[in-house]
């Protein structure tokens, strides 16, 4: 299974366009990479800015961008992408270091002309997997603890739906993906955890549909 790539950002000091700004110009005046900057996908946002280093990487293509955070004016998104990742596929430990390959360099120069301490925010590996609260994360091990990860039985049917039935009383938002992605880090195969997600997000569904008189949603593709 594929590692969850981190959603990497800044706090910035400055507005975001202008920590941009700043940026491009720390890294133009460095040296070490060649510069862009691309139009906003909206007309109220700051364009993109991307870094490409001219240091060799075993990653084809390596590039990385900044962007302001659609939803926070006090942050800035950070991203890396390559044409070609070595080794593949990409893991979360190789896509944190290419982030820091690719911003360390610009990061101290912007602090050093600036006075700050501005640095990447970057998520552990378990804050990336999908996030139970305490009680509903007790009634999913207690679940998957006990079931035969190969074919349900009875006892196995009576402790999923109890995990539905406190999902759903208590609103606790899980998607069909992020069920079917812990089932398989709980050992189940991929047919099996599928099957036993869209369980989920089906008996979900008619309880709401029951209790609240709402229209069933179509069902969320993996």
Same mark, same amino acid.
């Given at each position: 299974m594929?590692?969850?790539?981190p959603?990497i950002?800044?706090? %910035?000091?400055v =507005?975001?366009?202008? !920590?941009?700004?700043?940026?491009?110009?720390?890294? &133009?005046?460095? @040296?070490e990479?060649?510069v862009?900057?691309?139009?906003?996908v909206?007309?109220d946002e700051?364009?993109?800015?991307?870094l490409?280093?001219?240091?060799v990487t075993?990653?084809k293509g390596?590039?990385?961008?900044?962007?302001?955070?659609?939803?926070?004016?006090?942050r800035?998104l950070?991203g890396v992408?390559a044409?070609?990742?070595?080794?593949e596929?990409?893991?979360y430990?190789i896509? %944190?270091?290419? =982030?820091?390959h690719? !911003?360390?360099?610009?990061l101290?120069?912007?602090? &050093?002309v600036? @006075?700050?301490?501005?640095?990447?925010?970057?998520?552990?590996?378990?804050e990336?997997?999908?996030?139970?609260?305490?009680?509903?994360r007790?009634r999913?091990?207690?679940f998957?603890?006990l079931?035969d990860k190969?074919?349900?039985?009875n006892e196995?049917w009576?402790?999923l739906?109890g995990?539905?039935?406190?999902?759903?009383?208590y609103?606790v938002e899980?998607s069909?993906?992020?069920l079917?992605?812990l089932l398989?880090?709980s050992?189940f195969?991929d047919?099996?955890?599928?099957q036993?997600?869209?369980i989920f997000?089906?008996?979900?569904?008619?309880l709401?549909?029951?209790w609240r008189?709402?229209?069933?949603d179509?069902?969320e593709?993996?």
């Amino acid at each position: 299974m594929r590692d969850r790539l981190p959603v990497i950002s800044i706090k %910035v000091d400055v =507005a975001p366009v202008e !920590f941009l700004h700043r940026m491009e110009q720390a890294a &133009r005046k460095g @040296g070490e990479y060649v510069v862009e900057r691309h139009p906003p996908v909206k007309r109220d946002e700051g364009s993109d800015l991307k870094l490409k280093p001219l240091i060799v990487t075993p990653h084809k293509g390596l590039t990385g961008w900044l962007r302001p955070a659609p939803d926070d004016g006090k942050r800035v998104l950070v991203g890396v992408e390559a044409a070609t990742w070595s080794p593949e596929p990409l893991t979360y430990n190789i896509y %944190v270091q290419a =982030a820091h390959h690719v !911003f360390q360099s610009v990061l101290q120069a912007y602090n &050093r002309v600036y @006075g700050t301490s501005r640095r990447l925010n970057i998520p552990s590996r378990e804050e990336t997997e999908p996030y139970l609260p305490e009680i509903a994360r007790e009634r999913f091990y207690e679940f998957v603890g006990l079931a035969d990860k190969k074919g349900l039985d009875n006892e196995d049917w009576s402790r999923l739906y109890g995990f539905i039935w406190h999902c759903t009383t208590y609103n606790v938002e899980l998607s069909l993906r992020d069920l079917d992605r812990l089932l398989r880090l709980s050992g189940f195969d991929d047919a099996h955890a599928r099957q036993v997600a869209t369980i989920f997000t089906e008996g979900r569904t008619m309880l709401l549909h029951k209790w609240r008189g709402k229209k069933p949603d179509d069902t969320e593709e993996v």
